[in-house]
């Protein structure tokens, strides 16, 4: 099974945390923008709003 890119956030405040769904802790703005978040999608038709 192909594994999808990771998405990664733009024009985020670098040194802001932001909480994401799913995350234990807050992530930086600077981490969400080079790092991104990994969507974990499985079967056909699903999708997530982000």
Same mark, same amino acid.
């Given at each position: $099974?192909?594994? !999808? #890119?990771? !998405?990664?956030?733009?024009?985020? &405040?670098?040194?802001? !945390?932001?909480q =994401? %769904?799913?995350?234990?802790? #807050? +992530?930086? /703005? &600077?981490? @969400? $923008?080079? =790092? /991104? +978040?990994?969507? @974990?999608?499985? /079967? %056909?038709? &699903?999708?997530?709003?982000?």
């Amino acid at each position: $099974m192909n594994e !999808l #890119p990771r !998405l990664r956030l733009r024009e985020l &405040q670098e040194e802001s !945390l932001y909480q =994401v %769904d799913g995350m234990e802790r #807050p +992530i930086s /703005g &600077q981490a @969400l $923008m080079c =790092v /991104g +978040i990994k969507l @974990l999608l499985k /079967g %056909d038709f &699903q999708s997530k709003v982000v």
